[in-house]
């Protein structure tokens, strides 16, 4: 049996259906009058003691106009602490944990287990000052930091109360929800500060980017967490987060929800090579329902040295520093060791990474509370992969091979109740698509009246 | 469980029956749905070398401290719970944890009582000394909170309600914590309530803080203690914002309890079934009571 293909579906891929004007978090708030709607947004979190680097990107693809970003934060940032990063090494973290296929071809089953080597293919990526401030003054608003970097301009507030906030950012052009003020009351009561970001239409004319880079703020802060309960105000439904955290030990879980491994090492029917992004929708749907919304989903839990299948590359020692690792030491890198093998390791050497990817499903209703995570010293790994098992077409004769054709059957049908269990689709649909490949499957047994009328 | 009430030539009812049977029940039924629908990180083999660990240290402690007799009933509470909490890729650390827990009984004692609840003494210590071994308080999610919380509870009504005032104070303060914070904080009453939906809270109110031979002898010690406790978890989760904020509390409010029984003392609790026939007819005082009624450890080793 050899491994020839893997095909990774990153987080942006499979939501590359989903509809513009994303939002990040639910942190985002809309501008002007654009309707509300948060649906997905990606979240790296490099940790290690109480110094985090949270790093945020947003699928938004609506008029930059309409961008704004509301950001509970422990402190005031200063500017050094805030940077705008490069959306690629994101993404490619984010092929590099993608949930993945993995396809096996069947050997003769008449001659003896030859051990071939393994080949894997590429995943498949995704690709007037003075006024405002003696106002906001008035309001209970300090805007406690004032900086333009990249194409944002950011202002970090602290306020004394929810309502001077909630008319701030009103007056300023913020679209807030109803029910957003108790929310900003709890952050400002918890000494938490506001980090605001709009887009600055001349700077990013001038960097000529076409899409929002990922904002990156570097803070001090016992408090591992991503405030989540702004977003369930203006979301239209639940929104998508994944989160993807950089540690030193292991695994990070959430100690408020449960988090569960997302099903994985299954054999499923081979047709799903062609439909692996609506798979992966469809099972995360699926079992977002079955534990009724209330989870978090592993899905990827491994130590950033090596992967194996690898939907990518590990991430390199510069690009991991530049998603804020900053406990790994800077030295030159060669490209990944070539070569389309498995497993890889990562060049420049060992780090001291481990990285964990979530999933979350989330709103007000089922997650009441913010995000609170642990670092936990598990260093297991995991990833979610899908197995694709190719069956042998030879058609020679012997005992072993009669054999294997009568255990194809069963195997076939038990993959096609793996699929329909995963994701819900219907069995007959399922059996139907897999006739090109394995012929007319039995199915179910007929029933002894069925005989009777040709039923 | 009154000493008067067990007297001589009366067979125990049903619900004076040693508690321990009924908590080695419901801890096992946990356990068991746990590693069925819930995933928790723990495999058989992992429990049997966790229970096995447990047992056998309570065997080898008893013999070396002179017991005459082995009694498993605790031991195998401490090795459930941690079954149920105690989480390694180590399984070597796990069979430290379990040793650490049960040894501990034997040899940190102040004035005949062991000081800390094992489990939760040997996930301190490990926890803190190899940095390996930790608990995932978010193993047990909300769905099945309250089918717990009414076994935990019948608990307490079948066999030790004279010992729920721990718990009932500890919960009532921490609730009390819980919404008084978002009440502070405005927030809506859906967050107190999940953070009460939780079946690490039950485990350690009913299973752990609940533990009568570690908990304050007097009525007013043990609800000092119970509220001191909860105020300790109170900061270590949302003033330091650190998770297993129970354990931590209880580990150093539990070095407090030789102080509380000095200031407060009270009579000294004895699991049921150790009470001997002739041992009835108490005394008020507790010095007499202790002479009478030495710890089951003591006693059996008579």
């Known amino acids: 049996m050899k491994r020839l293909l893997i095909l990774g579906t990153s987080a942006l891929a499979a939501l590359a259906c989903a509809p513009a004007v994303l939002a990040f978090c639910g942190f985002y708030v809309a501008k002007a009058d654009t309707k509300l709607f948060n649906q997905a947004s990606l979240v790296v979190l490099a940790r290690n003691a109480d110094k985090t680097v949270l790093t945020m990107v947003n699928d938004f693809r609506g008029d930059p106009k309409e961008f704004a970003l509301v950001v509970p934060v422990p402190t005031v940032l200063e500017k050094g602490q805030i940077h705008v990063g490069e959306r690629a090494v994101v993404e490619h973290l984010d092929a590099y944990t993608a949930p993945r296929l993995v396809e096996y071809f069947d050997e003769d089953p008449c001659r003896p287990r030859m051990l071939s080597p393994l080949r894997s293919a590429p995943g498949m990526m995704a690709g007037a000052k003075g006024d405002a401030e003696a106002r906001a003054k008035s309001l209970g608003v300090t805007i406690e930091a004032r900086y333009t970097i990249g194409e944002y301009d950011i202002l970090i507030l602290s306020a004394g109360e929810s309502a001077g906030l909630e008319t701030w950012l009103r007056e300023n052009g913020y679209r807030i929800p109803a029910g957003t003020s108790a929310i900003l009351g709890s952050y400002i009561k918890q000494n938490m500060k506001f980090f605001v970001a709009k887009v600055n239409l001349q700077e990013q004319s001038k960097l000529g980017f076409t899409y929002l880079r990922p904002i990156q703020m570097a803070y001090e802060s016992p408090k591992f967490m991503l405030p989540i309960r702004l977003g369930t105000v203006n979301a239209a439904g639940p929104q998508e987060l994944f989160v993807y955290a950089l540690t030193p030990r292991g695994r990070v879980e959430t100690t408020n929800y449960r988090t569960v491994r997302l099903p994985s090492d299954v054999e499923i029917p081979l047709f799903i090579r062609g439909e692996f992004p609506r798979f992966y929708r469809d099972m995360f749907a699926q079992q977002v329902k079955k534990e009724d919304m209330r989870v978090v989903f592993l899905e990827y839990a491994w130590d950033m040295n090596w992967c194996d299948p690898c939907a990518a590359d590990p991430l390199t020692p510069d690009e991991l520093l530049q998603l804020g690792v900053f406990w790994v030491d800077q030295r030159p890198t060669g490209p990944a060791i070539p070569g389309p093998r498995s497993p890889r390791f990562a060049p420049g050497g060992a780090v001291d990474v481990f990285v964990t990817r979530l999933h979350v499903r989330y709103d007000a209703a089922h997650f009441p509370e913010d995000l609170v995570f642990q670092e936990t010293a598990d260093r297991a790994i995991f990833q979610g992969r899908y197995i694709l098992r190719h069956p042998w077409k030879g058609t020679e004769v012997c005992e072993a091979a009669k054999r294997y054709r009568e255990e194809l059957y069963r195997r076939a049908d038990r993959e096609a109740q793996t699929l329909a269990a995963l994701t819900s689709w219907s069995i007959d649909e399922i059996r139907k698509k897999m006739r090109a490949d394995y012929g007319d499957l039995p199915g179910q047994p007929r029933k002894w009246w069925q005989r009777l009328w040709g039923g | ?302």
């Open chain 2, 1 to 302: 469980m009154r000493g008067a009430e067990t007297g001589p030539g009366r067979s125990q009812p049903l619900t004076e029956q040693d508690p321990r049977l009924y908590q080695i029940a419901v801890l096992a039924a946990l356990l068991l749905y746990g590693m069925a629908w819930l995933d928790f990180d723990v495999g058989p083999e992992r429990t049997m070398a966790i229970l096995g660990t447990a047992l056998a240290t309570q065997y080898v402690c008893g013999r070396i401290w002179g017991l005459a007799a082995f009694d498993p009933r605790s031991a195998l509470i401490s090795g459930l719970s941690l079954c149920l909490l105690c989480r390694t890729n180590e399984p070597l650390l796990a069979v430290a944890t379990a040793t650490a827990a049960i040894a501990s009984k034997f040899a940190l004692r102040w004035r005949r009582k062991h000081v800390f609840n094992p489990t939760n003494f040997g996930l301190v210590v490990m926890m803190l000394v190899t940095g390996q071994v930790w608990v995932s308080p978010g193993q047990w999610g909300s769905a099945a909170t309250f089918g717990f919380l009414m076994a935990s509870a019948g608990c307490l009504v079948v066999t030790r309600a004279r010992r729920a005032d721990v718990t009932l104070v500890f919960l009532g303060t921490w609730a009390a914590l819980l919404f008084g914070r978002s009440m502070w904080l405005r927030e809506p009453v859906a967050v107190p309530i999940h953070r009460l939906e939780s079946g690490a809270l039950i485990l350690f109110a009913f299973f752990m803080i609940s533990d009568p031979k570690t908990t304050p002898d007097s009525r007013v010690g043990r609800m000092l203690f119970a509220g001191l406790v909860a105020a300790g978890a109170y900061v270590v989760q949302f003033v330091l914002f650190r998770t297993n904020g129970f354990l931590w509390s209880l580990a150093v409010a539990s070095l407090l309890v030789p102080v509380i029984d000095w200031l407060l003392p009270g009579r000294r609790y004895r699991w049921p079934s150790a009470v001997a026939p002739t041992e009835t007819g108490l005394g008020a005082h507790p010095d007499r009571e202790r002479a009478r009624f030495p710890s089951a450890l003591e006693r059996s080793s008579a």
